[in-house]
């Protein structure tokens, strides 16, 4: 009895997920209704003239604007009949398309990384919590295009939708990142039509859309009718490729026809940069609808990322009667892409894949861009030395494409395929499951069709972060059925026979070691790799320098190029990168900064990072020549360049001031070639600390990218010193002592210290109390977001308040070997069982040597954070300048791009405001640091011979993360408090940046628990 209760109720429930499954927004094998089939991008013109000039076509209607819309709760609650002309929508509020929902006031934000942003059952999405918008706008369609077939275009909708177009319907379509086209002239009438189209916001589509990005709604892109002939072009597939000796063009092209078109003509050009015809044929248009051209070209200028030399294809259709009936123009580039003896090679070349991840992202409109914003990041990646991006995680505008192709960029164009929330539900997966196969295919299709065509397109990604199955070898079969000129790839299928690069993400440098002991069949380019969430982005240098030496690694893509945050106000009305809730109480899942993860903020602004990134990936790099102090080693890092684009120059510093500088004329060096240069070396004292610097500028201006753009740069030292603190003068300073203090007096200075605390606490200039806090040590740092994701917090939580426990044990004035007088001070540390011991030399003339140090116990204590020592000044000490490292942040493993010289900012401007409120304010390897009033006077850190320091214009335990807090804190709410909190460091701990979910700073930039011992002078900035 049981048995059978038991087997009705799962019919029951059979029966009633069957009778759901069969609404389309709920069922994976219904993709599309009624859409065309998809094809290549492009725009027909009335004209070749006009189709090279990219001219508006008169045979295309916008329906961007203003539209009619209104907001459901869910697809129950839906406007049913809306579309019909008898429904009256004008009480509806109005909405810009393309746009967001969410941008536009409706709705909730919601940003996840892995998990779903809804209950994980696929293929439902939730009845309830769902979304509906629903469109309505009319238009009217011009007199002339009478007779024409009109083609709707919907360029990108998220993430389903119906359409109905005069109350009658048209389609359905499925994949977000996509065009969807219907055939819509027999929907058409004269004068005013009307167009319905209802968007819901989940669908079973949204098991496919797991990307890490903000899940939001709407019509993304634009909306347009296009007018075309009855029988024109509907298709075509150019293969510009180069052959053996990769001088020679080889060029292949097939068209198809919508309809059969007899009596007229096809005819294809191939246009050179100054629009002279290297190519022209004619075939005359009969019953078939498939076309064939095809060349050879001797000596053609061929295409990659630093010279994307470009042709422009015209396709061109005549009547019978000779008149154009419209005309294609496409830029194409000869270019070889091939994975041959274990390397990815472009034009036979092993390139370095220099890359990053892009997600479309507006601060202000969200994944709703515009041409110049593309172009913008196109102008920063050329300019930061970038030349590859993968198209994280979805098929992209088509203007990228065509922009990638004009400035040059190597483009791995992926699949809008992420099921990463699967994690949470038993399947683990959706791409082992049968029921989904046609989804898999749909998405890949409409991708390689719409952007075969683009030069800049060198490898095609199944997906991202979706395990692996049956489902992807089918997308990987179907790609290289359909395209013999790219390589495929995907990086959950590892090492098997489904991807032709070996594409992991956040492997360590150990791993990648480990892959380069023995030659492999496939070379090493990872998807994702050095997490730039927050204050990141150590170890680059490590990365490349292995990058450089070993020939099967290849490079790969920065997670991520800029944040995908969004600017706003604070309650205060401060400027603020908004993340997570800031957005909206949206639940867990969004209540992180994960969306900023960029090297660059949402404004495109850049983070130090990039800087580092920049730096390390430079076209150029330059090395000593040993026993040759004159000269130094230039080496080409590019591909296809000769160094004789760019002006090279020198100059020399001793102690941060340039004393000579010159220019090299011009230097021909191959690419990946070596050269060595000499330069007139200065006379040089045996007591002074100098820098050679070298620059490469670009000769000549170039698309994006200005004449005098510094591309590359090295600082090298010369001569065997280091930097040499001023030493002290004059005899110790009297001092006086009772129970409570020890006081050192002099003129115009006083320093005393507390005998209970044993710290210094007292520094008096001129009658004027400086310190608002002792001189004391530090071992925390406020928590980057890498920091939190490996639970330093928690580990190393031990020694946040050490000094909480502190014992003084003894403090008490002796004189040294020289007869000088020390204070001399050991406290224990029984927090975390060491002794700190400090001495402190106070001179005449105000200057006092600190030498520290911690003796470290014999049982485990987990790494610090930072080993220092820190004070608080007066807030009117806020003109900062250094000798040292900068101008920017820089930390042990981030420091290759921060140079050694003069530099002088504000207190505040130390701080970086990222999206979360963080560490930040640092600099490595300081000789030098004063902290001065507006007259100049205050107090001056001499490492010896080093220190790092860090400037905070406020208290640094505003910083400290609090999961349970009750909103988000934010790098632009740091306003700046009546002090300066001033580090004076031994070291800090290395940023990190292998990811931010685990992985800590690498072992040789952290400070683990043992002995350490520094020393540094404090003295009146005055002297």
């Known amino acids: 009895m049981k048995y059978r209760i038991g087997w009705s109720i799962g019919m029951i429930c059979f029966l009633l997920s069957a009778a759901r499954a069969q609404q389309p927004w709920q069922n994976p094998a219904v993709q599309t209704e009624n859409t065309l089939a998809p094809h290549a991008s492009f725009i027909p013109a009335a004209s070749e003239a006009d189709a090279i000039a990219r001219k508006a076509s008169p045979n295309v209607l916008s329906l961007d604007g203003m539209w009619r819309f209104h907001l459901s709760p869910n697809p129950a609650q839906r406007p049913d009949s809306f579309f019909s002309d008898a429904f009256d929508v004008k009480n509806w509020k109005e909405i810009k398309v393309p746009a967001h929902w969410q941008t536009e006031g409706f709705d909730r934000f919601i940003f996840t990384d892995v998990e779903y942003p809804i209950p994980v059952n696929p293929p439902f999405p ?106 024109a072009v509907q298709d075509f597939f ?149 030349n590859a991006v993968r198209s994280s995680h979805y098929p992209n505008s088509p203007d990228w494409y065509r922009l990638c192709d004009e400035y040059g960029l190597y483009v791995v164009d992926e699949a809008n395929i992420e099921c990463d929330g699967m994690y949470f539900h038993p399947s683990k997966t959706l791409s082992d499951k049968p029921e989904w196969k046609e989804a898999y295919l749909h998405r890949t299709r409409r991708m390689f069709e719409a952007n075969k065509n683009h030069a800049s397109i060198i490898t095609w990604s199944l997906g991202n972060e979706s395990g692996f199955g049956e489902n992807f070898i089918a997308t990987y079969q179907y790609l290289k059925s359909k395209d013999d000129t790219r390589p495929v790839q995907y990086e959950a299928a590892e090492r ?44 680059l240098q490590d990365y490349w320098d292995l990058i450089y030496k070993h020939a099967q690694l290849q490079g790969g ?131 002074s600390e100098y820098f050679l610097t070298v620059e490469a500028r670009t000769r000549k201006a170039a698309p994006l990218v200005p004449a005098g753009h510094l591309a590359a740069w090295e600082q090298l030292p010369l001569g065997p010193k280091d930097f040499q603190a001023p030493k002290l003068n004059g005899q110790s300073a009297t001092y006086t002592e009772n129970e409570q203090t020890i006081r050192f007096s002099g003129k115009d200075f006083a320093i005393a210290f507390d005998k209970k605390s044993g710290w210094l606490h007292q520094y008096v200039l001129r009658g004027e109390e400086m310190l608002l806090s002792p001189l004391e040590p530090h071992f925390w740092r406020a928590a980057t977001d890498n920091d939190i994701g490996n639970s330093q917090q928690m580990r190393c939580a031990v020694w946040k308040d050490v000094l909480q426990s502190a014992v003084t044990e003894f403090i008490r004035v002796e004189k040294d070997a020289a007869g000088a007088t020390v204070v001399s001070v050991q406290h224990r540390l029984p927090a975390v069982d060491a002794v700190y011991q400090s001495q402190y030399r106070v001179m005449d003339d105000g200057s006092v040597r600190v030498d520290v140090a911690m003796k470290a116990g014999k049982s485990f204590q987990p790494e610090l954070p930072r080993f220092g020592m820190r004070m608080l000044l007066k807030g009117k000490f806020d003109n900062v300048s250094w000798f040292g490292r900068g101008p920017f942040d820089n930390y042990e493993d981030r420091k290759t791009a921060a140079a050694v010289g003069l530099y002088r900012m504000k207190a505040d401007s130390l701080f970086h405001p990222y999206a979360r409120a963080q560490e930040s304010g640092y600099r490595t390897d300081v000789r030098n640091i004063s902290l001065t009033d507006a007259q100049g006077h205050g107090l001056t850190a001499y490492g010896l011979p080093l220190i790092c320091t860090g400037v905070l214009h406020f208290d640094m335990d505003r910083l400290e993360f609090d999961r349970h807090a009750p909103e988000n804190v934010h790098g632009g709410s740091m306003t700046n408090d009546d002090l300066v909190w001033w580090n004076i460091d031994y070291k800090q701990s290395g940023v990190g940046g292998d990811n931010s979910w685990g992985a800590t700073p690498h072992a040789e930039y952290m400070l683990p628990y043992r002995d350490y011992q520094y020393s540094f002078i404090l003295r009146p900035a005055a002297q």
């Not at 004159?630 to 510093?653: C, E, G, K, P, Y």
């Open 557 to 687: 893509f920065i997670w991520d190029f800029s944040d995908q945050t969004f600017k706003t106000k604070d309650k205060q009305g401060r400027d603020i990168w908004a993340y997570g809730r800031d957005m909206g109480n949206v639940g867990a899942t969004s209540d992180t900064s994960f969306c900023a993860d960029g090297l660059f903020a949402a404004d495109r602004t850049p983070h130090p990072q990039a800087f580092e990134f920049k730096k390390v990936i430079q076209p150029v790099t330059f090395a000593p020549v040993p026993m040759a102090a004159n000269s130094i080693q230039l080496t080409n890092r590019l591909d296809f360049t000769h160094l004789d684009a760019f002006d090279f120059s020198w100059s020399v510093t001793r102690n941060g001031e340039k004393i000579a500088e010159g220019k090299w004329g011009p230097v021909d060096v191959a690419p990946r070639s070596t050269k060595t240069l000499s330069f007139p070396l200065p006379p040089m004292d045996g007591t």
């Open 126 to 231: 939730p009845e309830n919590d769902n979304p509906v918008g629903s469109y309505r706008r009319s238009f009217q369609v011009p007199d002339n295009w009478k007779g024409k077939r009109i083609v709707l275009r919907l360029g990108a909708v998220n993430s389903f939708f119906y359409c109905w177009m005069n109350g009658k319907y048209v389609g359905l379509s499925k994949d977000s990142k996509t065009a969807a086209e219907f055939d819509v002239t027999k929907f058409l009438r004269k004068g005013e039509n009307t167009i319905a189209i209802q968007v819901f916001r989940f669908s079973d589509a949204t098991y496919l859309e797991g990307q890490d990005m903000w899940k939001l709604s709407g019509i993304e892109r634009s909306v347009e009718l296009i007018a075309r002939p009855q029988a």
């Open 238 to 386: 150019v293969k510009s490729l180069l052959d053996s000796t990769y001088q020679n063009g080889i060029f292949q092209l097939d068209v198809s026809m919508n309809a059969p078109a007899p009596g007229g003509r096809l005819e294809v050009k191939l246009l050179d940069a100054d629009g002279k015809p290297v190519f022209r044929q004619q075939q005359p248009l009969h019953q078939q609808t498939r076309y064939h051209f095809e060349t050879g070209l001797r000596h053609v200028k061929s295409w990659n990322a630093e010279h994307p030399h470009l042709y422009t294809l015209l396709i061109t259709q005549f009547d019978k009667n000779g008149r154009t009936v419209e005309s294609i123009a496409h830029k194409t580039g000869f270019r070889t892409v091939e994975i041959r003896g274990g390397l990815l090679l472009v034009n036979g070349v092993a390139v370095k894949i220099k890359g990053v991840n892009r997600h479309e992202h507006d601060m202000h409109t969200g994944k709703v861009i515009t041409v110049q914003s593309m172009v913008n990041d196109i102008r920063l990646m050329k300019q930061y030395n970038v």
């Open 496 to 539: 098997n026979a489904y991807t032709d690069i070996i594409c992991p993400m956040y492997k360590s440098t150990a791993t990648m070691l480990e892959y380069v002991r023995r030659w492999r069949d496939r070379p090493y380019i990872q998807c994702e790799y050095a997490h730039m969430m927050g204050n990141g982005g150590g170890n």
